[in-house]
Nanobody, 123 residues
Framework: QVQLIESGGGLVQAGGSLRLSCAAS????????MGWFRQAPGKEREFVAT????????YYADSVKGRFTISRDNAKNTMDLQMNSLRPEDTGVYYC????????????????WGQGTQVTVSS
């Protein structure tokens, strides 16, 4: 069982930056692939980024590639998402998720989800 808590969301102007963090409980954090997803109002949840067990592999949605960076610290049981050059279309609730099968961009590959943190980018 893994419990996930996101933090770091907020209101930022277009072009600005935010850093989201995901804190995980439990002693087996390094056994899980991790991912970030987001959901805008009226839209389905969409994949943002994923990272494998040791952080050696990352993969991003095309919409955030070159602007967002996913990272993890297994010693601290944390995962971060550095978001730069934010755009109004990045607005949404951001969720971190843990997967027993490793890193994947498929939402149904994740067994554990956080409650989400709101990110709002104003134009």
């Amino acid at each position: 069982q893994v419990q996930l808590i996101e933090s770091g969301g907020g209101l930022v102007q277009a072009g600005g930056s935010l850093r989201l963090s995901c804190a995980a409980s439990g002693r087996t954090f390094s056994s899980y692939g991790m991912g970030w997803f987001r959901q805008a109002p009226g839209k389905e949840r969409e994949f943002v980024a994923t990272i494998n067990l040791d952080g050696g592999f990352t993969y991003y949605a095309d919409s955030v590639k070159g602007r967002f960076t996913i990272s993890r610290d297994n010693a601290k049981n944390t995962m971060d998402l550095q978001m730069n050059s934010l755009r109004p279309e990045d607005t949404g609730v951001y969720y971190c998720a843990a997967s027993r099968i490793g890193s994947t961009q498929l939402a149904n590959g994740y067994q554990y989800w956080g409650q989400g943190t709101q990110v709002t980018v104003s134009s």
